[in-house]
């Protein structure tokens, strides 16, 4: 990285200084998000939306090629229909936008900003669903939610924020389980082929599952600063709200029966994952494949006779082979740009002046390492093609070698104390008492992330008790 | 159209006994929407929500190659942001509904669920103009808006519904109309190209206007039940939010300035224009270029032997083409689809059975029509290629023919109540005066739908006061 550019972007924080206000800075710096008037309440700027349709067009293609149908519920749910599933209204009271006033008038049965939306899928699947011959239905929705939270972040914690929910309905146990751990490795695919982020998977504990779920599945990122950001869940959630909502079918049998339900998303907390995951003191770092901008063009002593018309062409041509290409006409400087789209994290940096004109060559500037690549102007293409997919997995590698460097097995409270000191998971064997969960809380703030899928023993009793062990657990902090 | 079909889709209204009914009937039982338990909110089922996503797809299109880029604000709004542009709230604020309580506490500044969002994006672009060089800000916003409404039609009229809304800032007033008025040939291109709706284009009165809008444009487009359906506007606001909102930026010429604002949206209204426009006894008729399924292929004795491998291989063919294809294999009877199909409106039906695989045939059915085409197996893809556009040219072509049909010049008060009666546009003479606008609501329940920008005078005086006729303008009644 020239030095330039590091004084440029001294604007904002060091990570090593203050890893928070670092993570702020970036939001605002690279223009993903702004502040509204309304506490938690972000305006999803134009780069930063940018992330999210590139997520969108991913999920989208994988849910349709699945045989799921997007629809759209209403924004409001009344607080009688929210209140039908015991379980899931006590975790969501709190968290509710509520309106009273409609049209002047008072409304009797005040209306919630939908938080998420089983109950109206429930209740619109008890008046489509009569037999087997209906199920499965899977359905997916694009929308926002409200939850009123307290203390909010950009992306990662808002009163609103954007999400995807799939609810689906299945003749058996069977088929909704399968269902949700489909949708779990749809989700682990996203972290690896566009994120460049690795997920663990695993099943949430009694505890930290989603209120009404008889199984919550998540995938979990480790954030550098060392806590844990649950990235996506998935549900089993048995035929609990079925029942509660009345939603029955006739089954090959003849006999009435409720079908299995699940619900799955992810949200724009994906972007505040991207952010830290891969960011550094320059600002976003942003994996090729999810980057609205892949390849910036910035020509270099633009006054001279010649770069400009030059740039254009390698613009054009870097179009023409499907990457999404910037070309920055503007006349501030190329120092001041190189900055601009280092903070932005534009995977790859063309510059052109008229050094490299007169040689045939084009610059080609790393945005994750910072390494020059001279090329001749008929090779730009393939190596840009090939930088894409190269750029991708060094930063899926890199990420990776965090996460497995921060994964440390603890046999009692000492080393756990002293994992989650060092930060990241600290990997134990617990004897599945909601007691210990608690006790690990209470000393150390860290929670469950979750039971990983790959379950190795390596103890015989919990650290926490000293009882049987039965489970491999990761604790963390977490966001 | 065969009998049988006739028969069975006799389960919806017929259009001549009961129009509002056949259209509600429709709504249902093509399974584009349904009732949710809060009136006025209708739940977007996946075929309606289909349409919806073939809308938005060719719209983010031409707004990304117009250079719009797509952000997401705040789905509430302060009840005193809501109120800094006078004529603004004074238009919106009987059809609010209003949140008061959020976690359990009082709301000070009660939050206004958006029915929709300039004052947001002002608020927002006072905060990121400040020079000529930030100018043109070309955001656009894909969400749902709410408006308390009273009577409410599935599509036509709810208390939610889905739009997009642009919102753009310019230097110049010259450079903002003209945004205004691109956006409107948009709006115009979209029903020319993919809803073979003909739009009429033109400026609205002063008092059928947007609240706090300088101008008003839109299209308007007529149903068969003779009433007018305003589907789509652009607003050019002059200074008067950014007045209010104190945006400001550094001219050319160093002074300070407001810019000049526009905005425009389209809403799931146009399902609405979509099913009464084309819409038949036998259900919806959907022009191929919006339609979610482009064509069925429905096996015919589907248990004899090489059926459904013939239909599987069809089908594989079509949609190799690029062409959106269903294939129905359940085990309902071919009969028994046809209605289901029809009543779907899908353009095309593939029939195919053990006599036409014996003569190596396939036969096709227009939806349009009702008409029967044989072709051989190989000219199959060509032929529905054909058909694709030739059914959107009848679709078009049909429609433009009522709409023509259906505008009447009028000269005096008795030519205008007989205009009405019969239905459609009364083409009027108007001296401008907003009384004659109000006299003739009065009289005959008609409004001004819009001085269309094709002007070519036919009379001198307005027939209502008797004065001198400055413009042409239509009146309708309308939804």
Redesign the interface.
């Known amino acids: 990285m020239a030095n330039e550019n590091q004084i440029k972007n001294s604007s904002i924080t060091r990570q090593e200084d203050d890893f928070a206000q670092w993570y702020t800075d970036v939001c605002k710096k690279a223009e993903l998000m702004?502040y509204?008037?309304?506490k938690g309440?972000?305006?999803?700027?134009?780069y930063g939306?940018?992330i999210?349709?590139q997520i969108q067009e991913y999920l989208n293609k994988r849910f349709k090629e699945t045989g799921h149908?997007?629809?759209?519920?209403?924004?409001?749910i009344?607080t009688s229909?929210l209140q039908k599933e015991k379980d899931h209204i006590e975790g969501f009271?709190?968290?509710?936008?509520?309106?009273?006033?409609?049209?002047?008038e008072p409304i009797e049965d005040?209306?919630i900003?939908r938080p998420t939306s089983e109950t109206?899928f429930t209740?619109?699947y008890a008046?489509?669903i009569s037999s087997y011959?209906d199920l499965p239905k899977l359905?997916n929705q694009w929308?926002?939610v409200?939850r009123?939270e307290?203390t909010t972040r950009p992306f990662l914690r808002g009163a609103?924020f954007?999400w995807q929910e799939g609810h689906t309905m299945h003749e058996t146990e069977q088929e909704a389980r399968t269902e949700a751990l489909k949708m779990l490795e749809i989700y682990d695919d996203l972290g690896r082929d566009l994120l460049a982020i690795p997920f663990t998977k695993g099943r949430k504990t009694e505890k930290e599952k989603f209120a009404g779920a008889v199984e919550t599945y998540s995938i979990e990122a480790l954030m550098p600063d060392g806590k844990g950001l649950q990235s996506g869940t998935t549900h089993y959630f048995g035929t609990g709200f079925a029942k509660a909502f009345g939603v029955t079918f006739q089954g090959r049998d003849g006999k009435l029966a409720n079908p299995h339900q699940t619900s799955w998303g992810v949200s724009t907390r994906l972007l505040g994952a991207i952010i830290m995951v891969h960011g550094d003191d320059n600002g976003l770092v942003l994996p090729p494949h999810v980057a609205p901008i892949q390849v910036v063009v910035i020509p270099v002593a633009a006054n001279k006779p010649g770069v400009i018309p030059a740039a254009r062409e390698l613009t054009d041509m870097i179009k023409a082979s499907g990457v999404r290409v910037k070309l920055d006409e503007?006349d501030k400087s190329a120092g001041w740009k190189f900055s601009e789209y280092e903070m932005k994290g534009v995977p790859i940096r063309v510059e052109i002046g008229p050094r490299d004109i007169e040689a045939g060559n084009v610059t080609l500037v790393k945005r994750n390492t910072g390494e020059k690549i001279t090329v001749k102007k008929e090779e730009m293409v393939a190596t840009i093609n090939k930088l894409i997919d190269e750029i991708h997995d060094e930063m899926y590698k890199k990420a990776l070698a965090y996460l497995l460097n921060h994964v440390t097995e603890v046999h009692n409270m000492d080393e756990l104390n002293a994992a989650l000191e060092k930060g990241g998971y600290a990997k134990m064997m617990w004897c599945e008492d909601e007691e210990c969960e608690n006790k690990i809380k209470e000393l150390t703030n860290a929670t469950a992330r979750c039971i990983p899928f790959n379950q190795i023993p390596f103890d015989d009793v919990c650290p926490v008790c000293g009882k049987k062990a039965k489970k491999v657990v990761l604790f963390a902090k977490a966001y």
């Open positions: 702004d509204s008037s309304v309440f972000i305006i999803y700027r134009p939306y940018a999210w349709e149908e997007n629809v759209y519920m209403p924004t409001v009344p229909l009271a709190p968290e509710c936008l509520v309106a009273n006033v409609g049209g002047g005040p209306l900003i109206l209740e619109h008046k489509i011959r359905y929308c926002s409200v009123w307290k609103e954007l503007s």
